[in-house]
């Protein structure tokens, strides 16, 4: 039997539920840089929800062009069919990436981008006769969501060991991740470059001619913020092009300004051949996801298709005008706002708040890049992820949301934020960090 307001019924993802349950921490308004957390306190939104608020909260125009498109068109399919405002959004959604990179597929999350983005690599392949190019390469620490794809070349263990055996021939660079060489470094770590030089180990061992795509996240975010070492990217783009292989940045948290411009592939003036976001694009308003294609990968599966369908692929969601109306309004106002060069400007002031930190009990590495931060706990003996889940549930209950993986503190604020909220974040974390065992 379930009353209308029992917890049991919502399994929560990637939530320890017999404990929320036991202490369930909830929200009931939002605006701005802030939640109203149902207890009645306001808490200063230090992750943007989940690195996807990037416009800050409760914006006017997205709503209003939400309930706009609601009361005119409630659905539309996109299947053979469709309807004006899927077309804008992609429109506008291809002036923003690199140039070349202009067919965009939608999606309705950073998941289902990541499958399709799979899906289309191996696509291509075999539309321009290299069928045999079916290898998929990810990275250790890699996090490309939830599906058989995103988790077979992702790379955190404990998302993929519940569910088999996953897709086969996928293997995986190695992390970057270096903190004996690269701890604290403000910006890009020195250290790791050659890390990319992995790609070839890959290559030597399985065949260029049986790989069709290496996936990476420009900046690993839920992994914990590992910013890459300087020159990383641009080796692993130099292989790729030897190698005849596919690169996809998979720019789910890093587009839409976290990182100072468009796409973080703009930042490092590195560019895929394909892209996929999710979260900021409707400033996660309503649910979209997108891909966005070279246009060479897009006309290639196109003419080589016989008369009819070209990619047997698409959600009975994919450009919901309520998502497209809400991902125009949200690009409206990155540009009205000139919000994607928030993250330079305070870049410098952002990374020596993050900075701060480093002497602070418990703490053995702070990161940043953009509006991105991680800052790494040592774990507790015995007892790994209780001490940052510890920080989580203090500054929750003082007003301060950050998000937590493993023994990592991870935060993307909005990029609305003024200095004063950061002094706000980083004073508090402080003091919570003095506190705590
Ligand atoms: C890089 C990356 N890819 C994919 C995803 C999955 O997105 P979603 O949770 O919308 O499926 C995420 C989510 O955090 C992500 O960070």
Known sequence: ????????????????????KQHPRMFVAAEGMHYTAAAGH????????????????????????????????????????????????????????PAGLDRIFFTNSGSES???????????????????????????????????????????????????????????????????????????????????????????????????????????????????????????????????ILLIFDEVITAFGRVGKATAAERFGVSPDIITMAKGLTNAAVPMGAVAARREVHDCIVNAAAPGIELFHGYTYS???????AAIATLDIYAAEGLFDKAIELEDYWSDAVHSLKGARHVIDCRNYGLMGGIELAPRPGAPTKRALEVFHRAFDSGLLIRVTGDIIALSPPLILEKSHIDEIFGRLGEILALID
């Not at 062009?65 to 299947?79: G, H, M, R, S, V």
């Not at 450009?319 to 109306?325: C, N």
């Open 114 to 244: 990541v499958d399709t983005a799979l899906k289309i690599a191996l696509a291509y392949q075999k539309a321009r006769g290299m069928g045999g190019k079916t290898r998929l390469i990810g990275r250790e620490r890699g996090y490309h969501g939830v599906g058989f794809g995103g988790i077979s070349v992702g790379g955190i263990v404990g998302n993929r060991r519940q569910f088999g055996t996953l897709l086969t021939g996928v293997d995986h660079l190695r992390h970057t991740h270096d903190p004996a060489r690269n701890a604290f470094s403000r910006g890009l770590p020195l250290h790791g470059a050659d890390l990319a030089e992995d790609l070839e180990r890959l290559v030597a061992l399985h065949g260029a001619e049986t790989i069709a795509a290496v996936i990476v996240e420009p900046v690993a975010g839920s992994t914990g913020v590992l910013v890459p070492p300087v020159g990383y990217l641009q080796r692993l783009r130099e292989i790729c092009d030897k190698h005849d």
């Open 319 to 325: 450009g919901h005008p309520l998502a497209a109306a």
């Open 1 to 20: 039997m379930h009353e209308p307001n029992d917890l049991s019924a919502f399994w929560m993802p990637f939530t320890d539920n017999r404990a929320f």
């Open 42 to 97: 306001k808490v200063l939104d230090a992750t943007g929800g989940l690195w996807c608020v990037n416009a800050g909260h409760a914006r006017r125009p997205i709503i209003d062009a939400i309930k706009a498109a609601a009361e005119q068109l409630d659905f539309a399919p996109t299947f053979q069919l469709a309807h004006p405002a899927a077309f804008e959004a992609a429109s506008r959604l291809a002036l923003l990436m």
